[in-house]
C-alpha cells in the first residue's frame, strides 16, 4: 500500500522543491495530483474532498506563496491534515480491568481468526497480561475454529472451544465460566463472519455482545476489500458500537485507502494494522508516523520498536563487538542476514528509512534476491568454511559448496569477493576505534551489497 501512494505523492511534492519560486498554480497543480493518487488508492470520496479543501486553503492562506522554503510548509500542512484523517492521537493500548474482553468481527476473510490470535500473542508478549484464553464462536465453519486452535498451540496461547455443535451463544457462556475458573486476564473471542452482512448475523453478535459485556468491540478490516469495506464497518457500527478497528494486509499490494477512511468517516480509531501472515506481524497504529512513511519520510521509530522485538539481543551486540575486533568471518555475515530477515522484506525495511524509499523497487528486490542467493551458498558450507573463509580456496570444498548449493560459479565467486571488502572494512574501522579516530559514517558502505549493503 505504501509504495502505491507514496511514490505518487512524494514525486507530486518534488515538483515544488524544484520551483525557484512557488507560485499559487503550482500549489494547485501539485493539489490536483495528491487528490488523484488519494482516489486511485481508494481512499473515500467524502474523505479526500475533506483532505483537499483544508490542504488547499491553509496552503493559501499562510502566504507560503513566494517563500523560500514553499515545499517543505507544504509538506508540514499535508503531513498535519493526514493526521486529522487518521487520527491525532496513537491508540491505548492499557488494560484496566481483568479479565479484559474483546469481541473480534467482520466479513468472512478479513483475517479476523489470525488476527485474534495475533492480538493474544501481543498483549502477553508486552506482559500487559499473563494468561490471556482465545475462544473460538465461528460455528459455521469447523477450518475457522481448527484454525484458531492451530495458531493458538503455535504460540503457546490458551483457547477454548466446543467445535461446532453448540451455538456460539452456548460457547461464549461456557468460556466465560472457563475464564473465571482459569483466572485467564485477557478473553478474545473470534465471532463468525460471512460473506456479506445479514441480519442473522447482526442478532447473533447482538446476542453476544449481551452475554459477553465487552470492553473492546473491533472490527478487522482488509486492505484488499475496496471501497464497501466503509459500508460494511458502518453497519457493524450501527447495530454494536465499535470501539476501534484493526486493518489487516496493509503490507500487500491493495491500496488500502479505503479502510484508512473509516477512522474518519465512523470517527472510530485504528488501533493496529496487520503487516505480514506472521504471528507477530501485528504493529500498533501511530497516525503520525503513518503520515510520514505515506509522505516517504520514513518511520524509523517503528523500525527500532520491531527490531528490539525481533532481533536477537546477544548476536546483535556480538556483530558490534566485531567492529573492536577487526574480525568478521562468513558466519557472522549470515547471522546478519538472518537478523535482517526478521524485520520483514527489504523493501519493507527500505520504506522506513528517510531517503531509501527512492530506491527502485528493481534495486530493491536484485539486492533481496542477492541476499537469498548469499545465503544458499554460505548454508552449504560448514560451520568450520564460514568461520575460516580461507579453507574455501580449496577446489574441492570450493566444488562441494557449488554443487551442494545448486547455485553458479559465478556467485559463489561474487560472495568471496563482496566478503572480503567487507571484512577489510571491518578490519578498518577497527584499527579507527582502537585510534580513537572513529567517524561513525564509515559504517555507510560494508562492501558490495548494492542496496542491501546501504541498508
Known amino acids: 500500500m505504501f509504495n502505491f501512494i507514496q511514490k505518487r505523492i512524494t514525486k507530486s511534492i518534488d515538483k515544488l522543491s524544484k520551483k525557484a519560486l512557488v507560485q499559487e498554480e503550482d500549489i494547485i497543480e501539485v493539489i490536483r495530483d495528491i487528490k488523484l493518487s488519494l482516489l486511485e488508492a481508494d481512499v473515500n470520496l467524502i474523505v479526500v474532498k475533506t483532505f483537499i479543501k483544508n490542504v488547499k486553503e491553509k496552503a493559501i492562506n499562510t502566504n507560503i506563496v513566494g517563500s523560500l522554503n514553499a515545499s ?10 493526514l493526521i486529522e484523517i487518521l487520527g491525532k492521537y496513537s491508540s491505548n493500548i492499557s488494560i484496566n480491568s481483568t479479565p479484559h474482553k474483546i469481541m473480534m468481527v467482520g466479513l468472512q476473510g478479513s483475517g479476523k481468526t489470525t488476527t485474534a490470535v495475533k492480538l493474544g500473542h501481543f498483549f502477553r508478549k508486552k506482559k500487559l497480561i499473563n494468561n490471556p484464553l482465545m475462544v473460538a464462536c465461528d460455528i459455521y465453519r469447523p477450518a475457522a475454529v481448527q484454525q484458531l486452535i492451530t495458531l493458538s498451540k503455535s504460540v503457546s496461547l490458551p483457547y477454548y472451544e466446543e467445535g461446532t455443535a453448540s451455538s456460539a451463544q452456548i460457547i461464549a457462556e461456557n468460556a466465560l465460566q472457563y475464564a473465571k475458573e482459569n483466572q485467564s486476564d485477557l478473553i478474545i473471542f473470534d465471532t463468525a463472519g460471512r460473506l456479506a452482512i445479514d441480519e442473522n448475523l447482526m ?5 453476544l455482545k449481551k452475554i459477553i459485556k465487552p470492553n473492546e468491540i473491533i472490527f478487522v478490516a482488509d486492505a484488499m476489500s475496496g471501497q464497501d469495506v466503509v459500508n460494511v464497518a458502518k453497519a457493524f457500527h450501527d447495530r454494536l458500537k465499535l470501539t476501534s478497528t484493526i486493518i489487516t494486509k496493509l503490507d500487500g499490494d491493495a491500496r488500502g ?28 497504529f501511530h497516525p503520525e508516523r503513518m503520515a510520514e512513511r505515506i509522505l516517504g519520510m520514513g518511520d524509523i521509530l517503528s523500525l527500532i520498536e520491531k527490531a528490539q522485538d525481533v532481533i536477537d539481543g546477544k548476536k ?17 555475515l549470515l547471522d546478519s542476514i538472518l537478523q535482517l530477515e526478521k524485520l520483514g522484506s527489504l523493501s519493507k ?18 539486492a533481496q534476491q542477492k541476499a537469498w542467493k548469499y545465503q544458499v551458498l554460505m548454508s552449504s558450507m560448514t560451520l568450520k568454511e564460514r568461520n575460516n573463509p580461507k579453507l574455501l580456496k580449496d577446489p574441492s570444498r570450493k566444488a562441494r559448496v557449488i554443487k551442494g548449493s545448486g547455485r553458479p560459479v559465478q556467485e559463489f565467486n561474487q560472495l568471496l569477493n563482496e566478503y572480503e571488502k567487507m571484512a577489510q572494512k571491518v578490519k578498518d574501522i577497527s584499527t579507527l576505534i582502537k585510534s580513537g579516530k572513529f567517524d561513525p559514517s564509515a559504517l555507510g558502505g560494508l562492501g558490495g551489497f548494492g542496496s542491501l549493503g546501504s541498508i
Open 72 to 81: 517543505q510548509q507544504f509538506i508540514k500542512i499535508v503531513k498535519d491534515e
Open 203 to 207: 442478532q447473533e453478535l447482538e446476542e
Open 349 to 366: 525495511i527500505a520504506s522506513m528509512i528517510p531517503g531509501l524509499n527512492k530506491i527502485s523497487p528493481e534495486m530493491v528486490e536484485k
Open 316 to 332: 546483535a551486540n556480538k556483530l558490534l563487538n566485531k567492529f573492536v575486533t577487526g574480525v568478521f568471518t562468513l558466519n557472522d
Open 257 to 284: 485507502g479505503a479502510a484508512l477512511s473509516i477512522r474518519y468517516l465512523l470517527n472510530i480509531p485504528i488501533k493496529f494494522i496487520g503487516t505480514g501472515e506472521g504471528i507477530s506481524n501485528i504493529d500498533l
